[in-house]
């Protein structure tokens, strides 16, 4: 008997989601075969299965959220009838007609059953393999179409033409599988370090495993006074990638003594640079953004003040060797830190493409694990909307985090006299525990001379 | 106004590199005072010296021996290999060591392995072969197979630049044949990323996935099927290893038939393993048969007509496309 167990799928991953069991109580499976797909905060997997066998319990139900480590399922031994009935709440029945094949889950509008599987009723029908699943996407029965491929083929045109055609109107509709979350924000690494591996049953190699308990978790909303909802309201879950920053969030502000400075820098210079240099960048295929002009004078400060790029250990500072780049990436109903590895090793190009790449790729969801850990300093942007700054919170954890407004024309006064120049607001959180005020401080003074006196080569 | 060939091409970005990063040297027969038997590596000795420049003796296994402990000793070699039949020569070499150095002791072999591939100018059985898939089949080489003068320039100079062992394979018909405008290479990225395919021409109805030269048959099939009413949509592999399967897949997801085309032999070629992918992970979206278009299991002929008739030729591209489109 082998346990299949919920992996740990990052360094700071606590807890893992089983959204679908691709075989049931009783199946047969191949050794590394899909098994079951699970969503974690920050990546969705499939796992395979360790062992061949018969998979002979399943004893976490799709839905449901498990702490790492915890048994999911078990291959082998005594086949446990008392298999919980399919699913939670209006979710998934699989279809009995495709046998061995992973069951469709499907919602369907009304509880009469979908049309039966076509080739089942009509054994000599010819179709193709897209054909029998557009039929099914549609709840078609091939039976009623008329083939016009090689020996009455079914043919994906005979299917585009019948749904164009009115009598497609009466077919049931069925609704597609709602898609499941993707890609969401780091959690902290919390506090402890990985204490000893527990090393896992299940096949893909993971990193060690902490023995120790998930990160604190924010206090019970049962301390909360007034009830957060009333008749009328509407309630809705949180998404994982929202409860995964809620939980940050609180855990940075409860971590860190947050305390934010406020600089403006002349950046009149680079904007007049980077408008030059635009489109020589765009026969790179870069867009040149103002990003990398601002990772860069920070991976300078950074070098000169490496108290900014640390950490807190217990009462040790760790500083860090390695520069790794967070950018603050706004996605619909979220945020996500992507992170630019060793961004000091990166020539000025580098970085703007880098920072392109990891901006696409946030929005895009195609990020990889590795790509949102490891951060050693931050920057955001609340600028876009027309603010001014912002009191960004610490990612933790780091140590500081850099807020870039937007870049606007303010008169300014220049030699007693009266200037227009593209101005901007920075603004640095830091964690008053390590960093002081004036070193956080002469940090930014130093951010700001770079900006403001940019004399290196972009191109 | 200047064009630039796909020899050209070949020969600018050894020169780039060869200026750009000293560690970058070339070996093969004749490469240096004869300038390489296809004119290649021509001026090369002149301008590099004979130090990076060097002339071996008629030794696949030993040249490519001599290479690949120079780039453990940290030098960049490429080899270049007359006609790359010749390259069985040096089988144990690059499957043997520079395949497997990095699994076995974390030692990179960047090592380029280049040399004229391909049939139709005549050249008979041993000077007119596709030996790819011996390579693709050994784990730990990269195969890169441009087919056009953008490519040959960036995908040779990815190559140099790689830290492991990469065969690129380029067409002999296309030496002089491809050509552009310099100044529309001008705008090209210098870089091609090794792994990425392209798509050459969009279409709805089919798509033929090929590599090579034969990137040109399927244009022209195209061209013509484009008159009945045919669309073929035309992917241009570029690497073998690693393989593109996210574009591959895509392209079949939108598109549901599929026509696999290359110059090399039938069994066991690049087409039979696309094949089992898409049916392993795309099976779904088929509207009907994978087919192959592709040599028969010969070597290839010598006499002309029997050589047209093993390469796989337009008309053979357009019966397939058909018959596909009438399943």
Known sequence: MTDIIMPQMGESIAEGTVTKWYKKVGDHVERDEPLLEISTDKVDTEIPAPVAGILSAIKVQEGETVEINTVIGVIGGEVQKEEAPAAPSGEAESTPASGATQPIPRVTADPTPASPEPEASEPGLRSSPLVRKMAREHGLDLSQLTGTGRGGRVTKHDIENFLASPSAAEATPVAPVAPTPAATPPTPAATPPPAEAASPATPPPLPPAPTASPPPLPPSPAASPPPASQGRDKVEPMSKMRKSIAEHMLISRQTSAHVTTVFEADVSRIVALRNEAKPIFERDGVRLTYTPFFVAAVLRALKTFPLLNASIDGDKIVYHRDHNIGIAVALEGGLIVPVIHDADEKSFLGLARAVNDVGERARTKKLMPAEVQGGTFTLTNPGPFGGLFGTPIINQPQVAILGIGGIHKRPVVVNDGIAVRSMVYLALSFDHRLIDGALGDQFMADVKRRLEGWDEKIL | ?327
């Open chain 2, 1 to 327: 106004m200047s064009e630039v060939t796909y020899l050209e091409a070949i020969r600018q970005a050894m020169w780039d590199e060869m200026e750009r990063d000293e560690r970058v040297v070339l070996l093969g027969e004749d490469v240096g005072l004869y300038g390489g038997a296809f004119k290649v590596t021509a001026g090369f000795v002149e301008k590099f010296g004979t130090q990076r420049i060097i002339d071996t003796p008629i030794s696949e296994e030993g040249f490519t021996g001599v290479a690949i402990g120079a780039a453990f000793n940290g030098l960049r070699p490429i080899v270049e290999f007359q006609f790359i039949d010749f390259i069985a020569n040096a089988f144990n070499m690059i499957t043997n060591f520079a395949a497997k150095s990095r699994y076995r002791w974390g030692a990179g072999v960047p090592i380029v392995m280049r040399g004229p591939t391909g049939g139709g100018v005549r050249a008979g059985p041993f000077h007119s072969q596709n030996p790819e898939m011996h390579f693709v089949h050994t784990p730990g080489i990269k195969v890169v197979v441009p087919a056009t003068v953008a490519d040959a320039r960036g995908l040779m100079k990815s190559a140099i630049r790689d830290e492991d062992p990469v065969l690129y394979l380029e067409h002999k018909k296309l030496y002089r044949h491809i050509k552009v405008a310099a100044e529309e290479l001008e705008g090209q990225e210098e870089l091609v990323p090794i792994g990425k395919a392209a798509i050459r021409r969009r279409g709805k109805h089919i798509v033929v996935i090929t590599y090579g030269a034969m990137l040109y048959t399927a244009l022209e099939a195209a061209e013509v099927l484009a008159g009945e009413s045919i669309e073929l949509e035309v992917i241009d592999l570029r690497s073998l290893v690693p393989l593109d399967k996210e574009c591959i897949l895509e392209a079949v997801g939108r598109i549901n038939k599929v026509i696999l085309l290359h110059e090399d032999t039938r069994t066991g070629g690049m087409a039979g393993e696309i094949a089992a992918i898409i049916v392993e992970e795309a099976f779904d979206d088929l509207d009907g048969p994978i087919l192959r278009v592709t040599a028969p299991d010969t070597p290839v002929p010598f006499a002309a007509s029997l050589e047209d008739a093993f390469i796989p030729q337009v008309e053979d591209v357009v019966r397939a496309a058909r018959e596909l489109s009438a399943y």
